[in-house]
C-alpha cells in the first residue's frame, strides 16, 4: 500500500481534522485530502465521515487506522535501522513527554546523559500534567512518556524504572512542620492542590479514599495548576500542600519549607514510562528506554544506605 495515503489517513483521524492533519505533515490541505480521497477509491469505501464539525473514522476506518498504526511503524522502525547501520550510530528523533515531578529532576539529566551518548540524536520533551503526556502517547504524537501515575489506558502501557514520594510540605514555622498529624487535622488547613490530571494529585486523592476522606470534603481553595505553582504558593506562606519530594528537596534541605507526615498515609510511588501498545518502537526509542533502566537501576544501587539513627 501506498504509505503516504495511510500517513495523510492516520494524521486526519489523529487530528479529526484535514487541516490540522496538513500542518503535521507539513503539507496543503488538498494534498492530504486528494491522498484520503484515492485511498478511499482504492479501498472502495468510505473511510471518513465528513459530514459533521469534525471529522470522524467510520467503522472501517477505524478497522483501517488500527493496521495502519503498525504498518507505518514498521515503516519508521526499518527506515531508522537502515540509516543507523549506514551512520554506525543511532540517529533520529526522540520525542517524549515528562509530568513535571519526573521532568523536574529525573528526565532533563538522563536526557542529556543520553545525547551525549548519541550525538546524532535530537531530543525533543514536552511537560505536561499526567493525564495528557499519557493521550498524546496514544495518540502516537508522542514516542514515550515519564509519568508518576499510571491512569488506565487500552493504548498505553507503562514500565516502572524509578521511585518518588508525594509528602506534604509546609512553612518551617507551621504547627504541622516535622511533625506527624491525622489525616483529620488537614480539614483545618488551607491545602493547596495541582490540577486534575496531574500525577500528584491522583496519588494523593487515592490515599484519602483509602483513609476515609475525599479532597473536597478538606479545604481547598486554592488549585494552581503544576508543581512549581503550588510549591512557590506554600513558599510564599499560603497553605500546605502535597508535592513530590524530588521537586522539594532543595527546599527541605535548606530549611525553607518543612515536612510533615499523615497518619496512615503512604506516598510513595513508581515513576514509569508510558509506550504505546499495538506499535513497533524505533531503535533510538528503544534504546532511551534500556538506557533509562539501566541508568536508574546503577544509581540507586550505588546509593549509600541509610544510617540507623
Do not use: N
Amino acid at each position: 500500500m501506498d504509505t503516504r495515503q495511510l500517513a495523510a489517513f492516520c494524521a486526519v483521524v489523529e487530528r479529526r481534522s484535514f487541516s490540522q492533519a496538513a500542518e503535521l505533515l507539513g503539507v496543503t490541505q488538498p494534498a492530504v485530502s486528494l491522498q484520503v480521497r484515492a485511498l478511499e477509491k482504492r479501498l472502495g469505501t468510505q473511510l471518513l465521515d465528513r459530514s459533521g464539525r469534525r471529522v470522524e473514522p467510520t467503522e472501517s476506518g477505524l478497522r483501517l487506522y488500527r493496521g495502519a498504526q503498525k504498518l507505518l511503524s514498521l515503516e519508521e522502525q526499518l527506515l531508522d535501522d537502515v540509516l543507523s547501520e549506514a551512520t554506525g550510530d543511532l540517529a533520529g528523533t526522540l520525542s517524549l513527554g515528562a509530568s513535571t515531578g519526573p521532568a523536574a529532576i529525573v528526565v532533563p539529566q538522563l536526557l542529556c546523559e543520553y545525547q551525549r551518548l548519541h550525538p546524532a540524536v535530537r531530543v525533543a520533551l514536552e511537560v505536561h500534567d499526567t493525564r495528557t503526556v499519557v493521550e498524546l502517547v496514544a495518540d502516537r504524537r508522542l514516542e514515550l512518556g515519564i509519568v508518576g501515575a499510571t491512569p488506565r489506558h487500552r493504548a498505553v502501557r507503562f514500565e516502572p524504572f524509578a521511585e518518588d514520594e508525594v509528602v506534604l510540605v509546609c512553612p518551617p514555622a507551621h504547627r504541622f512542620a516535622d511533625r506527624t498529624i491525622g489525616v483529620d487535622q488537614l480539614s483545618s488547613e488551607t491545602l493547596i492542590v495541582m490540577q486534575e490530571g496531574a500525577g500528584v494529585r491522583r496519588v494523593v486523592e487515592d490515599e484519602l479514599r483509602r483513609l476515609g476522606v475525599r479532597l473536597r470534603d478538606l479545604d481547598v481553595r486554592l488549585e494552581l495548576g503544576l508543581q512549581e505553582s503550588v510549591r512557590s504558593a506554600v513558599l510564599a506562606g499560603y497553605g500546605v500542600t502535597f508535592i513530590s519530594r524530588t521537586a522539594v528537596e532543595a527546599e527541605l534541605a535548606a530549611g525553607t519549607l518543612a515536612e510533615a507526615r499523615v497518619e496512615g498515609m503512604d506516598g510513595r510511588r513508581e515513576i514509569s514510562i508510558a509506550i504505546g501498545t499495538g506499535r513497533a518502537q524505533p531503535r533510538v526509542v528503544q534504546a532511551f528506554v534500556t538506557f533509562a533502566r539501566e541508568r536508574v537501576g546503577s544509581a540507586a544501587e550505588t546509593e549509600p544506605a541509610e544510617q540507623p539513627a
